[in-house]
């Protein structure tokens, strides 16, 4: 028998290749505080069981790159199984963030009814020393800008870190605003690769019952 094909055997360079803006579940990656650590284990073939297989310990429903329904801090909120895959794929626009928070002068003009706004920070930068260590001063997204995105119905709100609110707000203002006004919220993004532009988003979650939350392998595809 000859050698296995590849499963993707073209070209790398392909200007309409789908651009991935997840990052990867691996052991000891970076979690919320409080959440339990993410631990993956490798199970090898034995006679018995001839075939590999990984263990996922600890991983929460809002494990790195995920979404979050009304569910997740709403009282009788809506959960993922009620929402539409509609709602999880469609144009997308990246918008540059340089300060510490996502405010209303950073949305964009012209309608943005429908659209997926996805806000790239410092955190999308190549990682360096301590980018293991959760960093309590994360970018945000103020008050003002969750309001100004329900009014201006945005679909969808993507950030580059793994909360929408500031740490210590146990309030979660923007998490409420936006879910209350049917914003949906994907958190945990990678956009390094990403420039300001308009792009075509496809983030499906995972299909969990009444689930909460659910992680995603969160794509772009070119304009």
Known sequence: MGSPRPLDSGPRTDPQAPLDISRPIAGGALVFPGDPPVGLRRQAPTASAPYALTHLDGMTTHVLTHVDAPGHVLPGGATLDAIPLRRFAGPALVVDVAGAAVLPEHLPGGDLRGL??????????????????????????????AAALVARGVNLVGVDYLSVDRWGDADLPAHRTLLSGGVL??????????????YRLVALPLKIERADGAPVRAVLYPG
Request: zero cysteines.
């Open 185 to 198: 919220i994907l958190e945990g993004l990678d956009l390094a690769a990403a420039p300001p532009g308009r």
């Open 116 to 145: 997926n706004l996805l806000f790239r920070s410092r955190h999308s930068r190549p990682a360096g020393p301590g980018a293991a260590r959760f960093d309590p001063d994360h970018v945000y997204v103020s008050a003002g800008a």
